[in-house]
């Protein structure tokens, strides 16, 4: 086994390279801000990806019930934000003032005992983490300590999802229901709903992004990442070597969660609000399908892919409003039947190596390429 | 868009041209043909939207695919009606209507993200959208942030006014209470059982609907409440329990494909429709296509529009409407709403003499639209509609027979005092 000594081998550091030109430079100067603001929106999605590529790709475990996290630190948020919203002068025209309006419309006259954590923002900030996280532990204790995984635990986190979703659309009176969480505005007394605060947003949004990056590379890196492989394909050698299986498991879903869930925080500042849309079985799964798309071994791969396929999704609804489903459906078959490990799995197999020729690399046999690191192939 | 302005005064030529146009309606004045009566795009169109001298840019921003798709499609084949129409008898202000249409996908946040496309890019001058309330409240913020114009159709829970939103259907109260007036008075009717689907708008429906039985019928009262999640197919326990307390109102706010099982099932456990009053806010005849009208015949609907009224602009309308969507096309009080937006829009901007979003919004109350398929109806100061308020029975072939209409408009009222 060779394990690299540097953090980032040539490639990788060309891919992050090549994806912070992008993001910092490129983009921000050449988009008008409504349009930054939509790759804001599908960047959100990235970091849902960078943890399936931890969980799944590396670790095995597919969960079906990312969106859960996901909504998780997106409504933490928009809870937070809409406590600031609500304040007695915005709420005049209700009847109890000074609550959130859709408790009003549901006569409740004070703000529940679980809401009120979110007026302090450093509070909110530790919940979009810990939230997640907690909620993670418990699933993951409860299915992986029994040894329940593959498909049943897949099955079981979709199961969540779709409990979670009908929970809050059921309560509407404590998470505003099917509608969600609208009409936020101001974080710690700062408009997010202009066009600064938006450009702003994004960098935010970039940098953090940046750092889960950094942080899924380091797991990796870490015996603690050669172990996720090693479980992925060989679970019980891995148990009869001695090590606490269960707890790794557990420990990449919790990982995976706290993406999520900052990916869903995120969402919830750049689009404006929160729905339990976003929490179900669908956009869960649509969340696989974007690192799926990416590449499940690649951390870029996954960013490439929520970026590609949102781009794809905006775009083809604008041009083909009743067609664009089946174009989008054609384009995620096509990608699944022909190229199994992504738009990562193209470039690892067909652009890198003439990259690698073009360069004239004298020690070819270091560069392992965006895939071969994970690979089941190693 | 500001073509002739900005260089405009640095030409002189063009400066001839531009006081020559700004004199045209004066020398139409005088006798010229009505085609010269087109008033110069920088005086309707101060705020930089979409119109130019020949054209006006709309959005239409329904879900077109998606599990909403089967109700909006009725609203978007209504609202490009509408434009044509407008279109064939000259346009807006001289300006022949363009539209661009997004598709929403029944997904609340690509609704958001569309209608900021429609204002932000595009420019529309409106917007004639939305269906769920949900989608309209996704959308509400980016309205008035850009100051953009939706036109929303759907019948609603009301709670809601907007400087930025004309809202073409019914709020709930118009809907409810002449409705359980109505019931109360010709059927006798004195206990209620309220159903629902389970989100704001049936939820503050019945809401309304207790208060009003409770508080203003005389003994009346209110002897069940039930919601299902949405898409729910099981009814059979509520079933029982209806036929185990007998009221004599079922009152149903059941949405969407839900309806379906509901009253086959309904039908299947005995429960005659002849014989048992049900009285719904929610099924149209879009609806009543996907129930079948055997099972649903018999019950009543309250509602301001039928696709049977009887009056000289619906019978100009139905078949306009058929053919250019097809003889099987049924048309609900939701895609009757929907046409009414760009004519409304229209009638605005005309009153207004502008195209400025804030010169329509203070236009608006007290335009009133006389070729309305149901009948005269006027904007209110708080940018709902009066209308009148129907009652009609359900008939095997899918129409409503109309029973009682109400003798005057209803006032809108979004903010009921007492019923909340």
Redesign the interface.
Known sequence: MIINSRFFNRSELLGFLALAVLLLLILPLSL?I?RL??VA?YLTYAFVGIGLVLCWGYGGILSLGQGVFFGLGGYCMAMYLKLEASSVANTK?Q?TPGIP??MD???LTQIPLFWKPFHSFPVTVLAILLVPAFFALIIGAAMFKRRVGGVYFAIITQAIAAILT?LI??Q?GYTG????I???RTLHGWDI?TDHAKFILYFVEVVLLFGCIVAAQFIRLTKLGRILVAMREQEDRVRFSGYSVANFKIFAFCAAAVFAAIGGAMFTLE???M?P??VGIVPSIEMVIYTAVGGRMSIFGAVWGALLVNFAK?SL??SF??L??FGLGALFIAVVLAFPNGLSGIWADRVQPRIDRLLASRKSKSAPGLVADGAPAE | MSDETKPGLKSPLRRKLLMGMAALPAVSMLGRPAFADVPATSAVNTTGLAVTDSEVTVGILHS??GTMAISETGSVEAEKLAIEQINAAGGVLGRKIKFI???G?S????F??KA??LL??DKCAAVMGCWT??SR??V??VFE?YNGMLYYPTFY?G?EQSKNVIYTGQEATQQIIAGLDWVNKTKGAKSFYLLGS???WP??SN?IARKHIEGHLQGCKVVGEEYF??GSTQFNSVINKIKLTKPDVIYAIIVGGSNVAFYKQLKAAGIDLSKQTLLTISVTEDEIDGIGGENIAGAYACMKYFQSLDNANNKAFVPAFKKMWGEKTVIGDVTQAAYLGPWLWKLTVEKAGSFDIDKIAAASPGVEFKGAPEGYVRIHENHHLWSKTRVGRAKADGQYELIYETADLVEPDP?PKGY?
Not at chain 2, 107 to 110: A, F, G, I, R
């Open positions: 008008d409504f603001n939509l929106k025209i009847s309006d859709f419309w549901n006569q009908i659309v059921g509407q229901g099917i509608n969600g609208t009409d936020l709903r689009v404006g609000f729905s849309s976003f905006t609804s604008e409003p009743q664009w489903l | 077109v695919t249409q997004e598709d996908a997904d609340w946040p690509t958001a993200e900021k496309k932000v890019n309330s949900a409240k996704a509400l913020p942030q829970e709670l389970d989100y704001i939820r503050t809401k999640p949405l903010f909340q």
